[in-house]
């Protein structure tokens, strides 16, 4: 059960009769995701907890926000609101879901606030929107254009992200491999986005983080066929994927065939053999020595004996290729898949200068090296570590590290780090509510108050003193230091832009966007009825 200071609230979130009243249905509501605000807010920063999800699957340790809330279960519909609203931040950024979540609870706390001091919903939704808008406009001028000719520009903001996971520790690792990995395969002068489908990262167990590597090539997990002497290494690949199984064929319908003597089986035999072997000389003919071979659902899809023969051509063979990774293939070496013998054909290979295999602490991949005439690059990334349970982690790190590169390039600004841009929003909103008159004022100013929490949490999980570090941003920022934040790792004040800790604009958009449409949804809910 979670619980959050004063906020008990195991009854709401596991009960599965809500509650019927207006006023108990708002406050079961604002509780609920006040609590999960609470108990995720510990996560955050480079001096965030982790927490620990244990499951039917095993044991999951991490400190990101949408990992966290995508393992856990809840019984309660804001509850599970608050999930989707974590998955479309990882979804649509990849970074920031835990400042999300945190945020969402804190705008929802703030309108608990206001609606006991007798303000309504739409008064409270439209000043959230004036808030919005004005803090999406002040975001505008604190970015800092980039040229991404210059890659530090990546790397930094890779690096900032990768500082608050559990695997921070080798950020210098993963932050230089995934802006390579982006900038092979992405033309930063004049794309506007990352497909992030064409790299692809193979997991291996054994070894340690410090091993992971970005392949010259493409890497496939399934090892060599080398039982009949079959070749490990070829030089000058000529690649060949097939869709067909090399066995005799079979019928279509479920059939007995009856054998009454000898002869007839061994010609049965000889026919089989004749069969394969004119398909082995097939392929070899088209001057293929690397044949990848599909998995097949319905029957095996290559015999013996085809192995046997293709080893004595000395054709390296992979079989069993998953049909998930048959694009990714296609794409990394530029050949087309192979559907029955008659159109196996030189035009159709792909070629790699060196094909081998390669040991991985007990494990096989086979790597292609020297890729030529492809249309599309793509990038296969091996990460590495001691347990499933780091390598899992650092799995999703990595990813969130490209899901951070991919926001620059589809929007080149970036912003400073470490509670900056919250305190910098807070102060001209606070300025921008003593402008106007009414209630509007009132709640912008609650708005702008709201947002502190961000330099708050990173400070208190760093073990600074938060009321005295947030005293004195607010101050620092009045005087005009608009770039000032908090550095978690040197517990000190400092410019964020020079330190190096910076965030995308695209990832901050997205976290007001999210986080105020999510309290103002929660807020317009009077009533759960259950179906």
């Not at 054998?259 to 001057?287: F, P, Q, V």
């Not at 196996?344 to 494990?363: D, M, P, Q, R, T």
């Amino acid at each position: 059960y979670i619980m959050s200071g004063t906020f008990k609230f195991e009854e709401i979130l596991f009960n599965s009769r809500f509650p019927k009243k207006k006023h108990d249905v708002q406050l079961s509501n604002f509780l609920i995701t006040k609590g999960i605000s609470e108990a995720i807010r510990t996560s955050l920063g480079p001096h965030g907890m982790d927490k620990v999800i244990l499951s039917e699957e095993g044991v999951l340790i991490t400190n990101d926000g949408a990992t966290i809330l995508k393992n856990a279960k809840f019984d309660h519909p804001a509850a599970n609101m608050l999930v989707d609203i974590c998955k479309a931040q990882d979804l649509e950024v990849g970074d920031g879901t835990t400042t999300v979540v945190v945020l969402s609870g804190s705008f929802l706390g703030t309108c608990v606030n206001l609606i006991k001091k007798g303000l309504t919903y739409h008064r409270i939704s439209d000043a959230f929107h004036i808030s919005l808008r004005k803090a999406k406009e002040i975001l505008l001028n604190l970015a800092i254009p980039v040229d991404l000719k210059d890659t530090k520009a990546l790397y930094h903001a890779a690096h900032t992200s990768l500082e608050s996971k559990i695997v921070s520790s080798h950020s210098y690792i993963f932050a230089p491999i995934a802006v390579e990995s982006v900038v092979k395969i992405t033309n930063l002068t004049c794309s506007n986005d990352v497909d992030l489908s064409d790299i692809r990262v193979i997991k291996k167990i054994g070894g340690t983080i410090e091993q992971t590597e970005l392949l010259d090539g493409l890497g496939i997990e399934n090892p060599a066929i080398k039982s009949f002497g079959g070749p490990s290494k070829v030089n000058g690949g000529l690649i060949a994927l097939i869709q067909f199984g090399l066995t005799p064929p079979t019928t279509d319908t479920e059939n007995i065939l009856v054998i009454n003597n000898y002869s007839s089986m061994d010609k049965i035999l000889r026919e089989e053999r004749r069969y394969i072997t004119n398909l082995c000389k097939k392929i070899k003919a088209s001057g293929c020595n690397v044949l990848l071979i599909q998995k097949s659902i319905l029957k095996e899809s290559v015999n013996d004996l085809a192995l046997q023969m293709l080893a004595q051509l000395k054709i390296m063979v992979i079989k069993e290729i998953p049909r998930e990774d048959i694009p990714f293939i296609l794409k990394s070496l530029g050949c087309t898949p192979i559907v029955d013998i008659e159109s196996f054909s030189k035009e159709k290979l792909g070629y790699a200068e060196i094909v081998e295999e390669k040991n991985f602490c007990n494990e096989k991949i086979v790597t292609f090296g020297g890729i030529k005439n492809i249309p599309k690059k793509t990038a296969t990334i091996v990460v590495r570590s001691s347990n499933k349970i780091l390598l899992d982690e650092a799995v999703r790190s990595f990813h969130d590290a490209l899901c951070v590169i991919r926001s620059l390039v589809r929007r080149r600004f970036l912003l400073g780090g470490g509670g900056s841009v919250e305190i910098e929003i807070s102060t001209i909103l606070k300025q921008f509510s003593k402008s106007i008159t009414g209630l509007d004022s009132y709640c912008i100013n609650a708005f702008a108050g709201t947002l502190e929490i961000i330099p708050y949490t990173i400070s208190e999980n760093a073990g600074l003193e938060p009321i005295e570090t947030v005293s004195t941003l607010r101050k620092k920022h009045k005087e005009g230091k608009k770039f000032i934040g908090i550095d978690a790792r040197k517990g000190v004040l400092t410019n964020m832009l020079k330190e190096n800790i910076v965030s995308p604009l695209l990832v901050s958009t997205s976290i007001f966007n999210v986080s105020i449409e999510f309290a103002i949804q929660i807020l317009k809910i009077d009533n759960i009825l259950e179906s």
